[in-house]
């Protein structure tokens, strides 16, 4: 065979690139020919010598084809705007370059003190994709201690490096086998591992080594780059801020002038309680309201929403402090606290802000106390005379009437009195109010066994009862139960007036009616008995008067009984259920009753006799 045709054979074989196999045809066709040896040994030669061509054709290309994805990688961290797909298309291209069945990425957490899977590539393992690796153990441990890469052939087998369950679990599970890593690391600081594995035992030559460990630098490059850009993106929000900040005292100092002379204008020229919220609630942009010690609302600026009386009451004296969705202000004098500032900013408070809503509670406090002082004066010069009047102190009618007409009150015309009863923990602020509501109406005001008693113009007792316990319930946001009388003719009228306005206050509560308000003549038989010169006790007493007193030195329960037994519609078993006793129980005390009362007690007369005075003996016990 001629040696020129057998290597233009081989050179042919190597244009179009043929497979390693087919390299061995010009040889195997000499033999068959029966070539001498030293022809088959000059055959043998050309094809290792053509081989050798190729092997080093194939590396050149691979070598472009590395090159290639690594210019690509530095231009994907030269325009960096999602580290996440950077990452991504790093591990991706690992796994195509080295042919890896799978490559992924692990960094390490420093705030838990673990490694974390961040990428993987031609992984079918959820298990795998989501392991969290201790520091130091497994293959990557081995790594990251070394700051070398590390191949190993059969990780199962492999005693050079911690094993962990879990992580040979996963690795199980996701049939890995071979596996090189390579550090991640920027300086002496080690941020992760990039791999790449095979299912299959097979070794990784130096060149992919050295491969993965370019791709690993470009991914600690882009991590760094990440961490740049945060810090830069972060001065420079700061530098802004700064020069925010500043712009913004002086745009404060001047809103707190304007806040502090509006509100001083508003001392000056005698403005009230509203009239300084308004102003507050304009300077500072939101809605303001203003409550007094115990939490009520005294005046309001905007829809506020409500605030819990204990997250208010907790706010520090002088300070504001965020309590939810409000600013809140306690203010007093001294130790005292007066009131409570509640204010609704759509934007955060600064600091000039603060400041103003301080000098605010300041400024109301002060407001109070000086209304308070004029409050109390009036209220105990109207008092008292109220209280002279109840008391029947009354010696010289001239005087009295002139002392009313000083405070705007003319004792000749019509008036009524009514008795509120609140609340014990809620009298002192009603007997501020009542002043207030007293000196509005030209009328009298008194706290007299332990209720408020008005004495105001009118002629309809019951009407203004209704009005007034309608007004204070609102103002003390509790129930009250009040009772008029009259009209009363002069100031003698006033003590039977009040002694009326107080049994009828009584009887409502005891009819169960808390929280409304009547006279005597609108409580039908009730009322006849409650008004004056009415004498129940007596009526009560001689009905049941012999049933009580059997109850009082034995202890039993027939008056109880009797009730029962009446209310059951005269049934013995109904009774014997709504007092859970037995039937027999109930006939027995029956048969006592009659015993007691007499054995005419069953007549309709008689019967209706014991019923109302049953009904009147709990009114006077107070039980509806």
Known sequence: MDGALTAAAFLELLLREAAPVEFEGPLLDARAEGAPPETLAELDRLKTAALRVRALLDRRRRRETELSALVDTVGDLATLRDLDAVLAAIVRRARELLDADVAYMTLNDEERGDTYMRVTYGSVSARFQQLRLPLGAGLGGLVAQTAAPYVTADYAADARFQHTGEIDDAVTEEGLVAILGVPMRLGTRALGVLFAANRSARPFTREEVTLLGSLAAHASVALDNTRLLGETRAALEELSAVNTVVRRHS?????????????????????????LAAVVAEVLGGELAILDADGHCLTTVGLIADLDPQAAAGAGLGR?????????LAAGAGSEALCTL?????????????????????????????????????????????????SRRVDDPVRVRQRARRLGV?????????????????????????????????????????????????????DAARRMVRELGAYLGSPVTGGGAGPLTGPQDVPSAYAEAQRCASALT?????????????????????GADRDVGAFVNDTLGPLLEYD??????????????????????????????????VTQRIARIGQVLGTDWHGAERALELQLALRLHRLQNGHP
């Open 251 to 275: 745009e404060s100092l001047e809103r707190a002038a304007e806040a502090h002379d509006r509100m001083a204008d508003v001392i000056l020229r005698g403005g009230d309680l509203d009239d």
């Open 320 to 328: 504001a402090t965020r309590c939810g969705d409000h600013w809140v």
């Open 510 to 530: 005891a009819l169960g009616r808390t929280g409304d308000g009547a006279s005597a003549a609108e409580l039908g038989f009730v009322g006849l008995l409650v």
């Open 552 to 585: 009082r030195r034995r202890g039993t329960a027939l008056v109880r009984t009797l009730e029962s037994y009446f209310e059951s519609g005269a049934s013995t078993v109904r009774a014997a259920e709504a007092l859970h006793v037995h039937v027999n129980t």
């Open 342 to 390: 509640v204010l609704h900013a759509p934007k955060e408070l600064t600091e000039t802000d603060t400041r103003i809503l301080e000098r605010a509670g300041v400024v109301t406090a002060l407001l109070l106390l000086f209304r308070r002082s004029l409050a109390q004066a009036e209220s105990r010069v109207r008092g008292e005379l109220l209280e002279d009047l109840l």
């Open 410 to 462: 003319d004792l000749d015309v019509a008036h009524v009195l009514v008795v509120l009863a609140c609340p014990p923990r809620q009298r002192d602020r009603a007997a501020q109010w009542s002043a207030a509501h007293a000196a509005a109406c030209g009328g009298l005001a008194a706290q007299r066994d332990g209720n408020v008693t008005l004495l105001v113009g009118g002629e309809h007792p019951g």
